[in-house]
Structure formats: structure tokens, C-alpha cells
């Protein structure tokens, strides 16, 4: 399995790819694929990560698995240098994969999402990251819902907004708080009700950390990412002034 970026370049070619310190790289990747073709991808993943895919119940929830495993390792591959199939990860306590020390001296940090038919790669150097995607589902976007992971502020702007606007606020503050709470690496353990979400795209979030030694406050650039239509995503940056660059690709089959 290969990529071809959008110039028609294939992404192999152009090995390594390099990002400096401050941008931030997002790649858009659609996972839908021939059925033949998911063993190819199944090809470049881990023992570990084919351990995985087999947990998931559902056939198309594995496929999606395998596909955006496959989608990361290619991209981190082009910026390593390195073969899809020798990108090595360590996982955090919290289980968030990471490059593994022996292949990070470029300080890549990246962060993977997918949800339905489309996969979100981000990258950066030097500082933590997160990203979210969601596929917008209307059924989901309830206000109990909501409720459960708005904090008491954002509770009664939304109960005042528009209800013309809840369907895109709700995914909005779902997907940034979810990249901001991603970009910490706590995992699930951090409750989103505990921190407000920026309300406009590019302003700062403050997440208080108070297992943390000694207790602290992380503070991350929150952006909203163009995304194709019916979902929505985000990405989350430690510190601030980013430059974001949009890369996307088709598969070469």
C-alpha cells in the first residue's frame, strides 16, 4: 500500500518530509477501500495491532482500525524515513501511542483520530498534541448528553443558543475538548466538564492538572479543522502561534 499526495507525487518520493518547530501538519485520509484491499494494510501493522483489530466485535469497526493504523504509519514513515512496517510505538501510561525513543530524535509528536469513514493524522515537534474527528450524528446530540460533558458556563450557552446552531455547537465542543484532553495525555481520567473549550477557533484552553507533581496548568491552542462534510474535528496544540498546513492524499490500489 502507498499514498499519493495531491499534487500526484507519491508520498514515498518525497522522503523524509520535514515540518519545523511551530507548524502543525494535518492529514485528511479516507479510509474507504476496496474489501481486497484491506490485507495489504493488515500487512503493515504490528502483531500487537492486528491482536487488536480482532478484539472489535463489529467487521467494519476492525477494518477502520486496521486502515487508520495502516494510514499513520505510512505518513510517520515518510517524516522518519523509515518503512511503514519499522515504525516502532511506545504507548503512555494513559496508552497513547507515541514514537518510540530509538526512532523520535526529530521530536514528532502526533496524534491519530477516526470515526467513521475518514482518519485524522496531526503533527508537530517539540510540544504535546491532540486531535479529534467526529461524524455527526444528530440522534447522539442530546442535551443530556451535552450535559454530561459541558461545564456549568457552557451548560447555559448552550441551553440559550440557537437551536438552529446546538447540532454544530455540540460537535464543536466535543471535538475540542476531546483534542485538548488528548493533547494532555491523561486519557479518560480527565474529566471534560472540568474545563471550558475556547469558544472561538485558535484561543487558548486551560486544563488544571491536579494529579499532576507538583499540580499545574496545562495550557493548549485549540483550532477548529476543515473537515469534509457531516463531520466535524479538531486539533489541539501545547502553547501558541501554530502555523497549520492541510496535506491530504488518495491510496494508490
Known amino acids: 500500500m502507498k499514498a499519493e499526495l495531491k499534487d500526484g507525487t507519491c508520498l514515498e518520493r518525497r522522503w523524509p518530509l520535514t515540518i519545523d518547530q511551530g507548524n502543525v501538519h494535518i492529514w485528511l485520509v479516507n479510509m474507504r477501500l476496496p474489501s481486497h484491499r484491506f490485507r495489504d494494510c493488515n500487512e503493515l501493522l504490528a502483531d500487537e495491532e492486528r491482536t487488536r483489530a480482532r478484539r472489535f466485535r ?21 517524516y522518519l524515513g523509515l518503512k511503514p512496517t519499522h515504525v516502532v510505538f511506545s504507548y503512555s501510561a494513559a496508552g497513547k501511542p507515541e514514537i518510540r525513543a530509538a526512532l523520535s530524535d526529530s521530536r514528532i509528536e502526533f496524534n491519530l483520530s477516526h470515526s467513521q469513514d475518514q482518519c485524522l493524522v496531526v503533527l508537530t515537534r517539540h510540544c504535546a498534541i ?80 491536579a494529579n499532576a507533581v507538583p499540580p499545574h496548568v496545562f495550557r493548549c491552542s485549540v483550532y477548529d479543522i476543515h473537515s469534509p462534510p457531516d463531520y466535524c474535528a479538531a486539533v489541539a496544540i501545547e502553547g501558541t502561534k501554530h502555523t497549520l498546513k492541510y496535506l491530504d492524499w488518495k491510496w494508490l490500489l
Open 58 to 78: 463489529f467487521e467494519r469497526d476492525r477494518r477502520r482500525f486496521i486502515v487508520a493504523r495502516a494510514a499513520l504509519r505510512i505518513i510517520l514513515g515518510a
Open 130 to 209: 491532540g486531535a479529534d474527528i467526529e461524524w455527526i450524528q444528530p440522534e447522539f446530540a442530546t442535551e443530556d448528553v451535552a450535559f454530561s460533558f459541558l461545564s456549568q458556563k457552557e451548560q447555559k450557552r448552550f441551553r440559550a443558543s440557537d437551536p438552529v446552531d446546538r447540532l454544530t455547537d455540540f460537535f464543536r465542543y466535543w471535538t475540542r475538548k476531546e483534542a485538548c484532553v488528548k493533547a494532555l495525555g491523561d486519557g479518560i481520567s480527565f474529566p471534560l466538564r472540568s474545563f471550558k473549550a475556547p469558544l472561538r477557533s485558535g484561543r487558548v484552553a486551560r486544563l488544571f492538572r
